[in-house]
């Protein structure tokens, strides 16, 4: 159990709402290995019926982050808006993205796991600090441009259509 633990048995059958300050010793309990600080405030809804529980999780706050290209720390805003849905079964077990079985006598679900993990997922795989945003979105127009053009001249008109031309 942990501050980002809820108490699910003991909760009735109808919507809940949990708030979460996350910080620096969040990222220390879950891992560093991609954000290392940040600042996120955290909702968690929880709709709990006979079957199943639905969250809700609105996540909002900033990540501190490395530039991929100039090794500035930089602070990356979120907004991140994710659902995920817990059936009772028998075991623990992940069916998907956003369906995982837990089992009906677990007292205790550790939200802080799903948080951290929404808050890696959003992480841009380029990490670019914003003082460089606009070269590398020259780069990438840069990439996409036409590098070749054939020295063939486009206007000219093969000689077997032009006898095609005389016919009208």
């Not at 109808?14 to 010793?25: E, L, N």
């Not at 706050?61 to 659902?83: E, Q, W, Y």
């Not at 956003?98 to 948080?115: A, K, S």
């Not at 996409?144 to 053009?149: A, E, F, T």
Request: proline share 3%; net charge negative.
């Amino acid at each position: 159990m942990t501050d980002y633990s809820v108490n699910i048995l003991g909760l009735s059958q109808k919507t809940h709402s949990f708030d979460f300050k996350i910080g620096d010793a969040f990222f220390k309990i879950y891992g560093t290995e991609v954000v290392s600080s940040g600042q996120f405030l955290a909702k968690v809804v929880l709709d709990k019926r006979e079957t199943l529980i639905e969250a809700i999780f609105e996540i909002e706050g900033k990540a501190g982050l490395v530039c991929d290209r100039s090794l500035d720390p930089f602070d990356h805003v979120m907004k991140i808006n994710r659902k995920m849905i817990f059936k009772y079964g028998d075991a623990t077990e992940e069916v998907s993205d956003e369906i995982t079985i837990i089992p009906r006598d677990l007292q205790w679900l550790d939200v802080g796991q799903y948080i951290y993990e929404y808050i890696v997922l959003d992480v841009p795989i380029k990490k670019i600090h914003p003082r460089y945003q606009s070269e590398n979105e020259e780069d990438e127009y840069e990439e996409g441009k036409l590098i070749y053009q054939s020295e063939k001249n486009e206007d000219s008109i093969d000689p077997r259509w032009e006898m095609l031309k005389k016919l009208k």
